[in-house]
């Protein structure tokens, strides 16, 4: 029997979109039919408050924030050729698999950990506000939007870095903690870690631009650190395993072995810490999947923002939104999975309240209706226009420890 491959969906350039109104193609007209997308009475509408829209985003938004998203211009699937994710199964039983990401991860971690929220996310907290907006599902794993506007409901369809969750008791540990544990276990790692953060090299995703600023890298694009290879890395054992091992399943308890500085040691049969992500080949939780559906179900109208909808888990929300005939906006620079099917039955004269369609960088549009959107309402408190924090940053590293 043939060995079957899973393959990351749609890596080749989408075809590029029709913008839906015509008009929408500059940022006034871009303002002024989102406007309408947003504030038009429905009626339908199962709110006393109102029509409420739900979000869909992704990797899009945060380009502003220095992260590199997947299919744009720049995104890791164009610019690094050798990109290649860690699959669920291959993470679950290969200790060598999991010595080379965490590895990676370790290098990468830096990047994420210091990059913020950007205009985009902050001008959602607005739009939530403004009682626009009452619900995001989110396709990103950056934790952004929860610290931007922590208290709109999100949904994280395919989980958050910020912990890391035991694969046998699925008990949860902050990220920056597991960071300490891998450089106390992995000095050297953690002596290039400082050496190469202040060499700019980790500033690039681009592997030539790395390797000009002394970064060493294989064919692979794994960084080669001559005496400190990724067979010697090591990760530590979830410390409750550790204490207090899992029932194996036959009524005896699972072992969990670590070496003399608390490194997992493969004759464990328990105890493997995986990211909080939900990885190629990983299913995403029934939870997560009946929370997001319900979002949809519940809301009036779906913005989808800077995602091209490429993961099926996201596609078949804003499907399910247009099989439930609600108005749907797509804002991303680039095509979008299908998305002719979300506009086919638009009256070609609405000029946005039916839907729209347009490539114009988040971080530039939000911002733009936010404003536009408070001049037209006088029910809401101006806010602050320090909630606009853009941060100019360099491209990441931090797709390394993804999916
Ligand atoms: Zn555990």
């Known amino acids: 029997m043939r060995k079957s491959y899973m393959r990351i969906p749609y890596t080749d350039v989408l075809a590029a979109p029709t913008i839906i109104p015509k008009s929408a193609a500059a940022l006034s007209g871009a303002v002024a039919a989102l406007h309408e997308f947003l504030a038009a009475p429905l009626s339908s509408s199962s709110s006393e408050a109102g029509p409420s829209t739900a979000l869909l985003t992704g990797a899009g938004i945060s380009v502003a924030s220095g992260l590199a998203d997947y299919r744009g211009t720049n995104g890791t ?9 860690v699959y669920y199964h291959e993470f679950l039983h290969n200790h060598e698999a999991r010595k080379r990401y965490w590895a990676r991860s370790f290098i990468g971690w830096n990047t994420l950990h210091k990059a913020k929220p950007n205009a985009t996310h902050f001008a959602i907290k607005q739009l939530n506000d403004l009682g626009l907006v009452r619900s995001v599902i989110t396709q ?9 506007h922590p208290n709109l409901p999100i949904v994280e369809l395919h989980g958050y870095l910020r912990s890391c969750v035991c694969t046998s008791c699925h008990e949860e540990l902050p990220r920056d903690d597991f960071q ?5 276990l992995n000095p050297a790692w953690a002596a290039f870690l ?3 953060l202040a060499s700019g090299a980790l500033d690039t995703e681009n592997p030539d631009e790395r390797r000009a600023k002394g970064m060493k890298t294989n064919p692979d694009g794994d960084v080669d650190l001559p005496g400190a290879p990724y067979t010697l890395f090591r990760y530590p054992a979830c410390p409750r395993c550790l204490t207090n091992p899992p029932p194996a399943g036959d009524g005896t308890r699972a072992t969990v072995v670590v070496d003399s500085d608390g490194a997992w040691n493969p004759t464990s049969t328990a105890g493997i810490l995986k990211p909080a992500v939900v990885m190629f080949g990983e299913s995403i939780r029934p939870s997560v999947k009946i929370a997001a559906e319900t979002m949809i179900n519940d809301a009036d109208r779906l913005l989808v923002l800077g995602t091209s909808l490429a993961t099926y888990s996201a596609w078949r929300l804003a499907k399910q939104a247009k099989d439930q005939k609600k108005p749907i906006a797509i804002v991303n620079i680039g095509g979008v999975r299908g998305e002719d099917t979300f506009f086919v039955d638009l009256d070609p004269d609405q000029t946005g309240h039916q839907g729209a369609r347009v490539e114009i960088s988040t971080d530039e549009l939000l911002p733009a209706l936010v404003d536009r959107l408070k001049l037209s309402s006088t029910a809401h408190p101006a806010h602050e226009a ?5 941060e100019a940053r360099g491209a990441s590293v931090f797709k390394d420890m993804l999916s």
Do not use: C, M
């Not at 990103?140 to 931007?148: G, I, L, T």
């Not at 320090?386 to 853009?390: F, N, P, V």
């Open 386 to 390: 320090s909630d606009y924090i853009l």
């Open 77 to 85: 699937y164009r610019v690094n050729k050798t990109y290649r994710p």
């Open 180 to 184: 300490n544990e891998l450089a106390r």
């Open 194 to 196: 400082q050496e190469i």
């Open 140 to 148: 990103n794993v950056d934790s952004f939007h929860s610290q931007a």
